[in-house]
């Protein structure tokens, strides 16, 4: 396994699951109600409260689109490190080399790399499945055999 070069591992949001399809419907689904609220209240009160209004229709916005965003965020690892792609808006990509890695656990939501005595980074994991994090681990525990690098379970 030594020395042989391994697939790029790509973990990004899935957005065909059942819960982000929930979440995308129930976005609509409060857009058409403060939609219809909106014209219901304008058409027999004739006045509006624009604050609230706004603010639910932002709401249900962020909800109805929000699978989309959060499908931009990828954390690619391969040989080389780990690249994380539109994880923060000021840089939109952040890059970890392997050669400073001494060892590399898996916990709940986020990776995290020590790179020496005391010194760790967390990297926090996009919407992932079971079987999305199954691979990672795998994955994981593959290139640190390879590597020389601890994976701590």
């Known amino acids: 396994m030594k020395g042989e070069k391994m697939e790029p591992f790509e973990l990004k949001v899935d957005s065909n699951t059942i819960y982000i399809k929930i979440i995308r419907f129930i976005g609509t689904l409060m857009l058409g109600f403060f939609i219809g609220a909106i014209l219901f209240k304008y058409r027999y009160e004739g006045t509006i409260d624009w604050i609230n209004s706004f603010t639910g229709v932002t709401l249900s916005l962020v909800f109805a689109f929000y699978p989309d965003t959060a499908g931009k965020k990828v954390l690619i690892i391969d040989d080389k490190g780990i690249s994380l792609k539109n994880y923060s808006f000021l840089s939109g990509k952040k ?19 020590t790179k020496g005595i005391g010194s760790t980074e967390r990297i926090q994991l996009p919407i992932y499945t079971d079987d999305q994090m199954k691979n990672l681990k795998n994955y994981l525990q593959q290139l640190t055999s390879s590597k020389e690098i601890t994976y701590k379970q």
Not at 95 to 113: M, P, T
């Open 95 to 113: 890059e970890y080399d392997w050669a400073s890695v001494k060892a590399i656990e898996v916990k709940k939501n986020r990776i995290e790399l």
